[in-house]
Structures are given as structure tokens and as C-alpha cells.
């Protein structure tokens, strides 16, 4: 079974550009999460999703972020403009929704890093 | 909200030694707790979980952690490292509202 697919895997990008990471999550797999994760730090949730719907996006900064997933799917996360701090990890998560809390399952995650 | 608390950034250790990687959680209803490692340029892996039942669980590669509801804690354990196990260690707890938080994390250097 394919575990949860990211891609890029790196990407460097100037200052102000816009920047865009990509998430399939497994199969069947109705929650999709995404994360922050800085250096020597654990992961932050930034957006939840079940199936299209964003059900906790409260972390998101939305002045300059952005995600969408729009048949409940895969999933995209943009930034725009992209500042020196958001140099870091994107890590995207899928599980199943249920009525107890189900395992997420991560993807290896796309590092950022802002010049 | 829940937090986490993981008490040691780093833990050096040499094979074949016994190892505690500490963790503490705060919340005001009942929890789940997790812990993940992450070897490097990977992402996470659920290595054991807490949901109910049994205080102590295992996970298949010989950690363990102990769910310590007075003490609020959530320790994880090996009897004997290897250098395989040199990683990052993620406590997490959550309620029951897919809501988790993450630890700062825990790396562990298994020195030969």
C-alpha cells in the first residue's frame, strides 16, 4: 500500500515568491492534515481537512497562506508571498475519520528554505 | 487545549544500554497519547499509541511506554539500544477531536 505522497521534496526559493507543496494522501483515507514543522521543533497543525471541507484552519495564517483540496482528495498548500520564516518542514498527514482518534500516517514532507 | 512537555532535547546513549525518553502531558479531559519517531529526511512513524485499556504498551521493535494517569506522564523505554535506533522522538497527545499536539521531540544518538 502507497503511503502518503508529497511532493516537492526540496525546494529553495528568494524572498516574496509564491511556493506551492502537494499532498496525496492513502487511499480511502478521508482526514488530511497539514503541518509546520521548524528545526528542533515537533510539527505544528496548520489546516485539517475532512474530505473537502476545512474543519480547523484556526492556525493557519491566512494572510499569506493558503490550502485547498477540492475533491476531497489530494491536497495543495501555497504560500504567498514567501518570507525567511517560513523556511521549514511541510509535513502533510491522512487518517481515517472515525469515532475514536485514528493514527496518523505521514508523508517525508517538503523542506522549504527562503532565501 | 492539551500541550506536551518532552523533559530532554537530546539523550546520548550507548548500545545495548537501557534508555527513558521522558514525556509529560497537560489536559483538562481525557487523552490519547502517541509516540512517533522520525529518522532522517523521513517523515513520522507511529512507533506505539495509548487509547484505552491496558496501561503499558509495546511496539513490535522492543519500545515500550507506560500511560501514568496521576503522574500525567507517558515515558517511553528500551531495555537495549541499538545504533538503529538513533532518531527523533515525538511524544503526542490528543483528545478525542483528531486534535493532536506534538512534543518539541526527543533526539536519540545510540553510540557504538
Known amino acids: 500500500e502507497a503511503g502518503v505522497v508529497q511532493s516537492p521534496r526540496y525546494k529553495i526559493i528568494e524572498k516574496k515568491q509564491p511556493v506551492a507543496f502537494w499532498c496525496n494522501p492513502i487511499?480511502?483515507?478521508?482526514?488530511l492534515y497539514w503541518y509546520l514543522q521548524n528545526l528542533g521543533q515537533g510539527p505544528e497543525l496548520l489546516i485539517r481537512?475532512?474530505?473537502?471541507?476545512?474543519?480547523?484552519d484556526s492556525q493557519l495564517p491566512k494572510d499569506r497562506f493558503s490550502a485547498e483540496r477540492l475533491k476531497g482528495v489530494d491536497s495543495t498548500l501555497k504560500i504567498q508571498p514567501a518570507e525567511l520564516g517560513d523556511s521549514a518542514v511541510y509535513l502533510c498527514a491522512s487518517s481515517i475519520t472515525g469515532l475514536q482518534q485514528e493514527t496518523q500516517y505521514f508523508g517525508p514532507g517538503t523542506r522549504l528554505l527562503v532565501l | 487545549a492539551q500541550s506536551v512537555t518532552q523533559l530532554d532535547s537530546q539523550v546520548p546513549v550507548f548500545e545495548e544500554a537501557p534508555v527513558e525518553l521522558r514525556c509529560n502531558y497537560s489536559s483538562s479531559v481525557s487523552v490519547y497519547l502517541f509516540w512517533y519517531v522520525q529518522y532522517p529526511n523521513q517523515g513520522l512513524q507511529l512507533l506505539l499509541k495509548y487509547l484505552s485499556g491496558s496501561t503499558l504498551v509495546k511496539s513490535i521493535n522492543g519500545f515500550e511506554a507506560e500511560f501514568n494517569k496521576s503522574q500525567t506522564s507517558f515515558h517511553l523505554r528500551k531495555p537495549s539500544v541499538h545504533i538503529s535506533d538513533t532518531a527523533e522522538y515525538f511524544c503526542?497527545?490528543?483528545?478525542?477531536?483528531?486534535?493532536?499536539?506534538f512534543g518539541a521531540g526527543t533526539r536519540l544518538t545510540v553510540k557504538p
Open positions: 503526542a497527545v490528543s483528545a478525542n477531536n483528531n486534535d493532536m499536539r
Open positions: 487511499s480511502g483515507h478521508n482526514t
Open positions: 481537512y475532512e474530505n473537502e471541507e476545512a474543519v480547523d
